[in-house]
């Protein structure tokens, strides 16, 4: 398997993406890595030495999307980009996946562009797994979608559910949408109307509206929201996250008594931070596209860019597009008899 890795995508660039990618090469042996991005920056990061070099192939990119470009100028203007370089591997059918922590927006764009959607489906959908009780589940739309009809949350539905059954092994997921409370007259005309399509559908196992309290519940396995929700809901869940284990730590740093308790508690505490680290869950999939593209968060260290990595080749593995792309056309065949 090769993935086409952006190098110069995200907060840190090469200094991430390539010791991230050598640790994935170390894991798997069947792995192969095209690094894309500027040369002059990627080889010194590199081992002088080492078998790990024979599955690594280097593409020379100069140019780097920033966070701040706009997504139709990077894809009308900026064709040599790192991005672009690396989803159009995919795309000419070279590398099997591509992972970048750039700009999403352009990300997106290119990858629509260069990749196409699968028939029946309007847009990409960002879906990655979050913690929850009892295991993991689903959210999506993360952040690639600002503006959302009640025709593309079902969609996301559909395609969230099918990553649900090839990713996680469930053969019938239950799929909730977010909303502001979980009575059925709740929420936006938007969302009560994606509700009853939803609760239509045969396709999908809906078990109605959940609320943002209960998205780390476990009370489903895959839930929908529009783009700017989704991805509202992440980052605030990633800062309470941060804000807590920093108020931990002060608690304990305040007394005698709370530093001796600490050292006692340090190993749960370890734990349950470790469990509940965003990095561990870095790698978000953007479902829809006849090929797979990984968003790796744009501040991830070498753990998260990792596990993006990892993300990328369970995805290849499961035939993730593939089974995606079947559920909408399954679904179009039986709303069109």
């Known amino acids: 398997m090769l993935i086409a890795i952006d190098a110069m995508g995200g907060d840190f660039g090469p200094r991430v993406a390539v010791p991230a990618a050598l640790r994935a090469l170390k894991k798997s042996q069947y792995l192969s890595i095209l690094l894309v991005g500027d040369l002059e920056q990627i080889k010194p990061l590199l081992p002088e030495k080492s078998p790990l070099l024979d599955r690594i192939q280097l593409r020379h990119s100069d140019i780097s999307v920033a966070m701040g470009d706009s997504p139709k100028h990077v894809l009308r203007h900026q064709k040599g980009s790192s991005i672009h370089v690396a989803v159009q591997a995919v795309a000419d059918k070279e590398a099997q996946a591509c992972v970048s922590a750039g700009n999403t927006g352009a990300l997106a764009v290119i990858s629509r562009y260069l990749l196409k959607m699968y028939p029946g489906v309007s847009r990409p959908a960002i879906c990655s797994q979050l913690p929850a009780k009892g295991g ?6 993360l952040g690639a979608n600002l503006g959302c009809d009640a025709d593309d949350l079902y969609q996301f539905a559909l395609m969230g559910s099918a990553m649900a059954e090839v990713m996680q092994n469930k053969p019938l997921p239950s799929v909730g949408l977010l909303n502001v409370g979980e009575e059925e007259l709740k929420g936006t005309d938007l969302v009560r109307e994606a509700a009853a399509l939803l609760g239509q559908s045969d396709a999908i196992s809906y078990q109605g509206f959940v609320e943002g309290s209960d998205i780390f519940s476990g009370q489903v396995d895959v839930i929908v929201c529009d783009g700017v929700s989704g991805n509202t809901a992440l980052k605030t869940s990633e800062g309470v996250i941060r804000f807590l284990f920093q108020q931990i730590r002060k608690g304990f740093k305040r007394t005698l008594y709370g530093r001796l308790v ?11 931070k470790l469990s509940l680290n965003p990095e561990r869950y870095n790698g978000a999939v953007l479902l829809g596209l006849q090929g797979v593209v990984v968003k790796s968060h744009g501040a991830a260290e070498v753990e998260g860019f990792y596990r993006a990595i990892v993300h990328a080749q369970h995805a290849v593995e499961a035939g993730l597009c593939h089974r995606v792309g079947e559920k909408v056309a399954c679904d179009n065949s039986r709303m069109n008899l």
């Open 136 to 141: 993991e589940c689903l959210m999506l739309d």
């Open 262 to 272: 600490s050292v006692l508690v340090r190993p749960v505490l370890k734990s349950i």
